[in-house]
C-alpha cells in the first residue's frame, strides 16, 4: 500500500476552536497553563505555580523535545496574556527542574495567596487550590518566576484570579549547560565528561531578579558533579527568605557549593570591600579562573563590570577570560528569547529588542515592531485582519513574501522565504515584507 501525504478532513486547529469554546483549558495543539498558586519567593520575586494542559505535557515532554525530560535549566517559557481586551506577550524565567520537587514543596506551601470566593465559568474552584486539590507530582505543575512589576508583571503577581488560563509557548532558550563550552568539551571526548574528567568548576554571578534562570541551572550543574560558587547581587537583605533557604539546603546537600550574597546598601556582605564586581571580587573567591565557565546574568552595568574585570585578568597562553563567559542578554537582537525572562517589556527598566522594519507590499505601507507583527501594525495605527488573537481562528493569516519571523507558541523560526504565516503569533526576525 502507497504511503504519502493524506490530507485531514478536519483539520486540528478547527477542533482546537471548537474545544477552545467547550472548556478553555482543552486543546490538542496549543499549550496551557493554569494558574493554581502564588509564593513569595523574596521581597521583588514572586514564584506562580501552574497546571499544563494535556498539549503542553506531551509536546514538553515529548520524545526529542528535550534530553532532560521536559526542559533544562536556565530555560523559559513565553505567556500570552490578556489585559483589558488586548494580548501581551512576555517571558518569564522557569523555576526548578522538571519531575523534581520545588525547594518549598514539602512545606504545603503555606505562604500561597489564595482567592477566598467565586468560581470560574467553567466549574473550576479558583479558591480552594490547596495542598490536597493542586497536582501532587512536579511533572504536572510549572513555576515561573516574576517582578511585580510593569502592566503584566503586576497582573500575574497581584490581580489574575487563581484558575485563569493563559497560552503558552513550550520551554526554550539558550542559557544551559548543555549550549556552552561544557558541551563543546564533552562532544570532543569519546566518553562522558563526567568519567573522564574532573568536572569544571562554575560561577554563576547575578544581580536583582536576574537569578531567577539561575534557580534550576545551579541544581542541575551541582546534580552533574560540577563545583558550583554563587556571586548574587541586590539591594535587598537576604535573610529569612526562601531563597536563603535554598542555598543553604544545596550547601548542605553539596558541599562543592558555596554562595555569597551581597547586599548592596550593607558593606557587611561585600567581597573585597567593595559593593563593584571588579577584578578584586574574582580574585577573592579563589576559582582557577582559567578552567572556570562564568554564567551571568542581570543588569548591563553588571554584565560590563564583569567583562571589564575579565579582560583586565591576564590568562597564560594568551586565553582570555572572556571567552569563559555565557550571558541572559537583555537586549538580544537575534531571538526574544534573550529577553530578561522577569522584567516586563513595559516598564522603563526594560530593554527591548531591535525593531525591524515590516513592509505591507499591497498596502505600500510599512511600519517598525519588535513585537508580533499584528500588535506592531496596531501601534503604528494599521488596521490588519484579526480573530482570536492566539494562532487559533487563522484569521490573521497571509502571505510573507521574505524575511525570516518566529513563531512564539513553538519557538520556530521561519526560512527567509515565500510562506503563509500567522501575524497574531509571529514576531519579526528581519525585515519581513508581507503580501497585504
Same mark, same amino acid.
Given at each position: 500500500?502507497?504511503?504519502?501525504?493524506?490530507?485531514?478532513?478536519?483539520?486540528?486547529?478547527?477542533?482546537?476552536?471548537?474545544?477552545?469554546?467547550?472548556? /478553555?483549558?482543552?486543546?490538542?495543539?496549543? /499549550?496551557? #497553563?493554569?494558574?493554581?498558586?502564588?509564593?513569595?519567593?523574596? %521581597? +521583588?520575586?514572586?514564584?506562580?505555580?501552574?497546571?499544563?494542559?494535556?498539549?503542553?505535557?506531551?509536546?514538553?515532554?515529548?520524545?526529542?523535545?528535550?534530553?532532560? %525530560?521536559?526542559?533544562?535549566?536556565?530555560?523559559?517559557?513565553?505567556?500570552?496574556?490578556?489585559?483589558?481586551?488586548?494580548?501581551?506577550?512576555?517571558?518569564?524565567?522557569?523555576?526548578? #527542574?522538571?519531575?523534581?520537587?520545588?525547594?518549598?514543596?514539602?512545606?504545603?506551601?503555606?505562604?500561597?495567596?489564595?482567592?477566598?470566593?467565586?468560581?470560574?465559568?467553567?466549574?473550576?474552584?479558583?479558591?480552594?487550590?490547596?495542598?490536597?486539590?493542586?497536582?501532587?507530582?512536579?511533572?504536572?505543575?510549572?513555576?515561573?518566576?516574576?517582578?511585580?512589576?510593569?502592566?503584566?508583571? +503586576?497582573?500575574?503577581?497581584?490581580?489574575?484570579?487563581?484558575?485563569?488560563?493563559?497560552?503558552?509557548?513550550?520551554?526554550?532558550?539558550?542559557?544551559? #549547560?548543555?549550549?556552552? @563550552?561544557?558541551?563543546?568539551?564533552?562532544?570532543?571526548?569519546?566518553?562522558?565528561?563526567?568519567?573522564?574528567?574532573?568536572?569544571? /568548576?562554575? #560561577?554563576?554571578?547575578?544581580?536583582?531578579?536576574?537569578?531567577?534562570?539561575?534557580?534550576?541551572?545551579?541544581?542541575?550543574?551541582?546534580? %552533574?558533579?560540577?563545583?558550583?560558587?554563587?556571586?548574587?547581587?541586590?539591594?535587598?537583605?537576604?535573610?529569612?527568605?526562601?531563597?536563603?533557604?535554598?542555598?543553604?539546603?544545596? @550547601?548542605?546537600?553539596?558541599?562543592?557549593?558555596?554562595?555569597?550574597?551581597?547586599? &548592596?546598601?550593607?558593606?557587611?556582605?561585600?567581597?573585597?570591600?567593595?559593593?563593584?564586581?571588579?577584578?578584586?571580587?574574582?580574585? @577573592?573567591?579563589?576559582?582557577?579562573?582559567?578552567?572556570?565557565?562564568?554564567?551571568?546574568?542581570?543588569?548591563?552595568?553588571?554584565?560590563?563590570?564583569?567583562?571589564?574585570?575579565? +579582560?583586565?585578568?591576564?590568562?597564560?597562553?594568551?586565553?582570555?577570560?572572556?571567552?569563559?563567559?555565557?550571558?541572559?542578554?537583555?537586549?538580544?537582537?537575534?531571538?526574544?528569547?534573550?529577553?530578561?525572562?522577569?522584567?516586563? *517589556?513595559?516598564?522603563?527598566? @526594560?530593554?527591548?529588542?531591535?525593531? *525591524?522594519?515590516?513592509?505591507?507590499?499591497?498596502?505600500?505601507?510599512?511600519?517598525?515592531?519588535?513585537? &508580533?507583527?499584528?500588535?506592531?501594525?496596531?501601534?503604528?495605527?494599521?488596521?490588519?485582519?484579526?480573530?482570536?488573537?492566539?494562532?487559533?481562528?487563522?484569521?490573521?493569516?497571509?502571505?510573507?513574501?521574505?524575511?525570516?519571523?518566529?513563531?512564539?507558541?513553538?519557538?520556530?523560526?521561519?526560512?527567509?522565504?515565500?510562506?503563509?504565516?500567522?501575524?497574531?503569533?509571529?514576531? /519579526?526576525?528581519?525585515?519581513?515584507?508581507?503580501?497585504?
Amino acid at each position: 500500500m502507497t504511503t504519502g501525504y493524506r490530507p485531514e478532513l478536519i483539520q486540528r486547529v478547527f477542533i482546537d476552536f471548537i474545544s477552545t469554546r467547550l472548556h /478553555p483549558f482543552w486543546s490538542l495543539t496549543v /499549550p496551557k #497553563l493554569r494558574l493554581i498558586a502564588r509564593r513569595t519567593l523574596s %521581597n +521583588d520575586l514572586i514564584a506562580l505555580q501552574f497546571e499544563p494542559n494535556r498539549a503542553f505535557k506531551q509536546q514538553a515532554f515529548s520524545s526529542g523535545n528535550s534530553s532532560h %525530560n521536559g526542559w533544562h535549566g536556565g530555560q523559559h517559557i513565553n505567556l500570552s496574556i490578556l489585559i483589558d481586551g488586548v494580548y501581551h506577550q512576555r517571558h518569564y524565567s522557569l523555576v526548578g #527542574l522538571a519531575q523534581q520537587p520545588l525547594w518549598w514543596h514539602e512545606d504545603g506551601d503555606k505562604n500561597s495567596n489564595r482567592n477566598q470566593d467565586s468560581l470560574d465559568k467553567n466549574g473550576f474552584d479558583r479558591d480552594r487550590l490547596d495542598e490536597k486539590s493542586q497536582p501532587q507530582t512536579i511533572v504536572s505543575t510549572i513555576t515561573i518566576a516574576v517582578k511585580p512589576q510593569g502592566l503584566v508583571s +503586576d497582573y500575574l503577581s497581584k490581580r489574575a484570579a487563581l484558575g485563569v488560563i493563559f497560552n503558552s509557548s513550550l520551554p526554550s532558550g539558550e542559557f544551559t #549547560l548543555a549550549h556552552t @563550552a561544557l558541551a563543546q568539551q564533552a562532544s570532543q571526548i569519546s566518553e562522558p565528561l563526567s568519567l573522564t574528567s574532573t568536572p569544571l /568548576p562554575l #560561577l554563576f554571578i547575578a544581580s536583582g531578579s536576574g537569578i531567577t534562570p539561575m534557580l534550576g541551572l545551579i541544581t542541575q550543574a551541582l546534580q %552533574n558533579g560540577h563545583p558550583v560558587t554563587l556571586l548574587h547581587y541586590n539591594c535587598t537583605t537576604f535573610y529569612k527568605s526562601p531563597l536563603q533557604d535554598q542555598w543553604q539546603q544545596l @550547601a548542605t546537600k553539596y558541599p562543592t557549593f558555596i554562595y555569597h550574597l551581597i547586599n &548592596t546598601e550593607d558593606p557587611n556582605t561585600y567581597l573585597a570591600g567593595s559593593r563593584h564586581l571588579s577584578v578584586e571580587t574574582l580574585i @577573592a573567591l579563589k576559582l582557577p579562573l582559567m578552567d572556570t565557565q562564568i554564567f551571568a546574568c542581570g543588569s548591563p552595568a553588571l554584565l560590563a563590570g564583569l567583562y571589564r574585570a575579565c +579582560d583586565e585578568i591576564n590568562l597564560p597562553d594568551n586565553k582570555q577570560l572572556c571567552d569563559n563567559i555565557t550571558i541572559e542578554s537583555f537586549s538580544a537582537i537575534e531571538s526574544l528569547d534573550y529577553m530578561f525572562s522577569t522584567i516586563d *517589556k513595559a516598564d522603563e527598566e @526594560a530593554v527591548t529588542s531591535e525593531e *525591524k522594519t515590516i513592509y505591507l507590499r499591497g498596502r505600500q505601507r510599512q511600519y517598525n515592531s519588535s513585537t &508580533t507583527l499584528l500588535l506592531g501594525a496596531e501601534s503604528a495605527g494599521i488596521r490588519m485582519s484579526h480573530g482570536c488573537r492566539q494562532g487559533i481562528c487563522q484569521l490573521c493569516r497571509c502571505n510573507k513574501i521574505s524575511g525570516r519571523v518566529k513563531n512564539i507558541q513553538t519557538g520556530k523560526i521561519s526560512n527567509d522565504g515565500y510562506e503563509s504565516i500567522q501575524t497574531c503569533i509571529n514576531v /519579526p526576525m528581519t525585515d519581513v515584507i508581507l503580501d497585504i
